[in-house]
């Protein structure tokens, strides 16, 4: 199986390489991917898979049957970009102000997309395969709008993969961790009103600059002060909106935290802190407050038996030396957890090599990996479906 298949998604590079280069120019943010979704949908009608539109709003799933079988598995790639200016001198540079994809989801696709063409060729497996192809992973709303739109009950699955590059890992290798291996992520929005003065007299008024400041440091002991070392929590304010002229005071002050935890119970007391130091400080400095809170996180936890599956197909496909099962856990978020509450299944990472991490603006995917990721997918459709 382990030359077969590599050889057989290499043959693709070129072809792969294009599809992608196509989705980076033309970037689209979460749940507004509609020409994104067109051009995944008819990629894979071509490849005579049977295709589902608009699940979770642009969500695709393309299932393929062959044979008799009656097992089915899920793999999963997301589509979304960031806002977020590109800094790159890239031939296919993103066309779009403000936009890009700069977390590698375009990558994600094409590797689904490759796998779905190897696969559609070769037609070598018993079973359905079903190709998740999900929106908004960014703001963590794709996942779950896929499930709320029935994902598992109109497309049944008995499992469901998913993998996402990471820089500094190396480049086409594999990693798989069992058990808790991402942080749930709670994106929360403090707003602050105070009462808006001219700057030369702060007296007649009521700084919400001054109150979020406050607030902004007394956030940071949540973490230093109330979690153990030996535990894992992140407290973040990666946004703070307020005024637009130095003589001014402001009326209003926004604060955007991004809040992660890997444990329930921490992550409880981590978000009823920051709720009663919000209140407390707002208080203090005379304001008015407003918490709005987002989706509820969810820790993506990986099933033990499926990861130690998935890690024993990469090897068969690539060899031992490019697989690795003892990945350390990451705070970064995945709404992949969702599908994993409601099925068995696995998330595994692949080496994007000595790049700019996701989200930077000058990160850049490896697009050596587009072939390796594609074999991956296929490996474990074959092998499942035997």
Known sequence: MKTTIAQGTKSLHNEMKEWMNHMHQYPELALQETETAKYIAEKVKSFGFDVAEGIGKTGIVASMTVGSGNKSIGLRADFDALPIQEVNNLEYKSKV????????????????????????????????????????????????????????????????????????????????????????????????????????????????????????????????????????????VGAFLSGNAGNVVPQNAVLRLSIRNMDPALREMVLNKIRSITKAQAEAFNCQYEIREGIPGAVLVNTPANTHWAADVARDVFGDDKV???????????????????????YCMIGNGDTPMVHHPQYIFNQEILPLGAAYWAGLTEAYLK
């Open 324 to 346: 690795d099962d003892m990945l350390h856990p990451f705070m970064g978020s995945e709404d992949f957890a969702f599908m994993l509450q409601k099925k068995e299944g696995a």
């Open 97 to 236: 102000e403000g936009k890009a994809h700069l977390c590698g989801h375009d990558g994600h696709t094409t590797m689904l997309l490759g796998a779905a063409k190897y696969l559609s060729q070769t037609k070598n497996f018993n079973g359905t395969v079903r190709l998740i192809f999900q929106p908004a992973e960014e703001t963590m709303e794709g996942g779950p709008a896929m499930i709320q739109d029935g994902l598992f009950e109109k497309f049944p699955v008995d499992a469901v993969y998913g993998m996402h590059n990471m820089p500094g890992l190396e480049t086409g290798k594999l990693y798989f961790r069992e058990g808790e291996t991402m942080a749930a992520v709670d994106n929360w929005e403090i707003e602050l009103t105070g009462k808006g003065s001219h700057g030369s007299m702060p007296e007649l008024g009521i700084d919400p600059i001054v109150c979020g400041s406050g607030l902004v440091m007394a956030l940071q002991t949540i973490v230093s002060r109330n979690v153990s070392p030996w535990q894992n929590s992140v407290v973040s």
